[in-house]
């Protein structure tokens, strides 16, 4: 990776840098799980007024991306990506932090999510942010191939 610093910010999903790696992160859950299995956002939704999307840039070479969905009672983590060449530089654990950060400010008092059962490295770093597993939430059934966290914020 190119030195320079990682900026993350509000993002626009339609963007070019930002379509990019929406379009990699569904491609690698469409090659790992079977549709019914898929619960990402396409680019459009993710421009609804309730989502907040952040993009992180170096430059303008767009490396991760990452939502708050603002639901009925929690927030909801969605299209968390990081591009292969900025894996293992923290970028990922910097976003979810900032997700959490936009939460808070929202004042909701839960953080949830859902992540494929084999995402063994994503998985890990919701435990390590303080994540624990839970039950289907929200609009989800339970599903062999899904695993389902939540982190109560305090107020």
């Not at 303008?60 to 929690?74: M, P, Q, V």
């Given at each position: 990776m190119s030195a320079g610093e990682i900026v993350i910010g509000?993002?626009?999903?339609?963007?070019?840098?930002?379509?990019?790696?929406?379009?990699?992160?569904?491609?690698?859950?469409?090659?790992?799980?079977?549709?019914e299995s898929n619960h990402y956002l396409g680019a459009e939704a993710l421009t609804a007024p309730d989502i907040r999307f952040l993009l992180a840039t170096?430059?303008?070479?767009?490396?991760?991306?990452?939502?708050?969905?603002?639901?009925?009672?929690?927030?909801?983590?969605?299209?968390?990506?990081?591009?292969?060449?900025?894996?293992?530089?923290?970028?990922?654990?910097?976003?979810?932090?900032?997700?959490?950060r936009l939460a808070r400010a929202e004042g909701l008092p839960a953080l949830m999510?859902?992540?494929?059962?084999?995402?063994?490295?994503?998985?890990r770093l919701y435990l390590r942010a303080g994540f624990t597993y839970c039950e289907a939430f929200g609009p989800y059934t339970p599903d062999p191939r899904s695993r389902y966290m939540e982190k109560r914020l305090a107020p």
């Open positions: 509000p993002g626009n999903p339609l963007s070019p840098g930002a379509t990019a790696l929406l379009q990699a992160h569904h491609a690698l859950m469409q090659s790992l799980f079977p549709a170096r430059g303008d070479t767009a490396l991760g991306c990452g939502a708050l969905a603002i639901r009925e009672g929690y927030g909801e983590v969605k299209s968390m990506f990081v591009s292969p060449q900025a894996r293992g530089t923290g970028l990922a654990a910097r976003l979810l932090a900032e997700i959490e999510l859902e992540t494929g059962d084999t995402l063994d490295a994503a998985q």
